[in-house]
C-alpha cells in the first residue's frame, strides 16, 4: 500500500471525535501529479469509508477492520486486515529500530548521511494563514517530515465525516492517529503530539516528497462537499473489482 493511501486512512483520526449524527459526507477533489491533472472523490459513511481515482480505489470496512485496494491500470485487488496491517508495520518498527542502533555506532558524518538518504529528521507543524476552499473557511498548516517531506494542507472545523456505527473504533484511531506508516519510523520524533496541532478536517493539500534522489510533487484540493446519504453501491467492492484479478496485497509483499 503506497504512502498516499495509507495516509488517507489516517482521515479516520477525524471521526474518532466526531459526533453521532454527522451526515454521510462526499468530497471531490481536483487533483495534480505525476500523472496530470485529474479528479478524486472521498467517501464517508458510519460503516466504510473510500478514496478513489481514474487508476485507484482503497476501501476501508471499518466493521470486519478490511482494507481493500483496487488497481484499475493492472485490474488487480487485493485485501488486507487492520491487524494484519498493524503487525508489519510493528516488524518495520523493530527493524528501523536496530537500524538506528547500528547507525548510532557510525561516525557521525556518515550517520547524518544516512538519515538524510532515509528521510529521518523530526516532524513540524506550524500554523499559517485562512482561507476559503470549495465555499468553506479553512486554516493552513505547514507539515515538516525531516527531509523527506513537506506538506500544506487546509483544515476546516465545519465539516465532520460520521463516527463508525461498528468495528473497533479505538485501533482506527490508533493507526490513524500515528499517521500509520510514517509512525513506524522511529527517526521522526514525536509525530504523533506534533500532529494533533491540526484542527479539523484537511480539505486541500499539496505534498512535496524526496527519496533517494528523487522528487515527487502532488496535490488535491476540494471543488464539491456533499452531505446526501452514499448510494451502498459506491461500496460494492464485487461490482468494482468484477473481471479483476486478485493479488497479495502490496504490503504483505513488503513483508
Given at each position: 500500500m503506497k504512502l498516499d493511501r495509507i495516509a488517507a486512512v489516517a482521515c479516520a483520526a477525524a471521526l474518532a471525535t466526531a459526533p453521532a449524527v454527522?451526515?454521510?459526507?462526499t468530497i471531490v477533489y481536483k487533483t495534480s501529479g505525476t500523472a496530470g491533472p485529474g479528479t478524486a472523490t472521498s467517501y464517508f459513511s458510519s460503516e466504510k469509508m473510500r478514496v478513489s481515482d481514474a487508476e485507484r480505489d482503497m476501501i476501508v470496512e471499518y466493521g470486519p477492520g478490511r482494507i481493500v485496494s483496487i488497481d484499475h491500470k493492472k485490474k488487480e485487488y487485493s485485501d488486507i486486515t487492520l491487524a494484519e496491517l498493524?503487525?508489519?508495520?510493528?516488524?518495520?518498527s523493530d527493524k528501523m529500530q536496530a537500524m538506528n542502533a547500528q547507525m548510532a555506532n557510525m561516525p557521525p558524518a556518515v550517520r547524518e548521511k544516512m538519515q538524510g538518504m532515509m528521510g529521518g529528521g523530526a516532524v513540524t507543524v506550524t500554523k499559517g494563514a485562512t482561507r476559503k476552499v470549495a465555499g468553506y473557511d479553512c486554516q493552513d498548516y505547514d507539515v515538516a517530515m525531516g527531509a523527506m517531506m513537506?506538506?500544506?494542507l487546509c483544515a476546516t472545523t465545519a465539516l465532520v465525516p460520521p463516527v463508525p456505527a461498528s468495528g473497533d473504533l479505538a485501533r482506527f484511531k490508533s493507526f490513524a492517529g500515528g499517521a500509520g506508516a510514517l509512525a513506524m519510523n522511529p527517526m521522526f520524533k514525536g509525530v504523533v503530539e506534533e500532529m494533533k496541532k491540526i484542527q479539523g478536517f484537511s480539505i486541500a493539500q499539496s505534498t512535496s516528497m524526496k527519496m533517494m534522489g528523487r522528487s515527487t510533487d502532488t496535490s488535491k484540493e476540494a471543488t464539491e462537499v456533499k452531505t446526501s446519504p452514499i448510494p451502498a453501491d459506491a461500496f460494492d467492492v464485487a461490482a468494482l473489482t468484477k473481471g479483476y484479478k486478485k493479488v497479495a496485497s502490496p504490503a504483505t509483499q513488503m513483508k
Open positions: 454527522a451526515a454521510d459526507l498493524e503487525a508489519m508495520i510493528k516488524s518495520a513537506t506538506m500544506r
